[in-house]
């Protein structure tokens, strides 16, 4: 099954920014532009959590953690979505996922490989 392929994790220290691409190849355009997006993450023996997520008209909502550094943003044409990060901090480090959030509220069962971030003291 084909899944989303995110991109642009690394290593960077506290402090230092990274943009991460998430890239959906399964959709025609006109299909993935009426998706709502939203990144999550996943750090080593914890739960997944909402980072931020993006509707088809653009609005934005973000977890209290990442307001303020943090920024969603979406190019319909080119099935992407992304996710600009500012002010890294050590507890960001996690793999980072995107996902479609479907009508009931919850991501999609088939997650991609995700994008490591890791960020030093």
């Known amino acids: 099954q084909v899944q989303l392929v995110e991109s642009g994790g690394g290593l960077v220290p506290a402090g230092g920014s990274l943009r991460l691409t998430c890239k959906d190849p399964?959709?025609?355009?006109?299909?993935?532009?009426?998706?709502?997006m939203a990144w999550y993450r996943q750090a080593p023996g914890k739960q997944r959590e909402l980072v931020a997520q993006?509707?088809?008209?653009?609005?934005?909502n973000y977890a209290d953690f990442v307001k303020g550094r943090f920024t969603i943003s979406r190019d319909n044409s080119n099935k992407k979505v992304f996710l600009q990060m500012y002010s890294l901090q050590p507890e960001d480090t996690a793999n980072y996922y995107c996902?479609?959030?479907?009508?009931?509220?919850?991501?999609?069962?088939?997650w991609g490989q995700g994008t490591q971030v890791t960020v030093s003291s």
């Open positions: 993006i509707s088809s008209d653009r609005a934005t």
């Open positions: 399964r959709s025609i355009f006109s299909v993935f532009s009426v998706k709502t």
């Open positions: 996902n479609e959030i479907t009508r009931d509220g919850h991501p999609r069962n088939d």
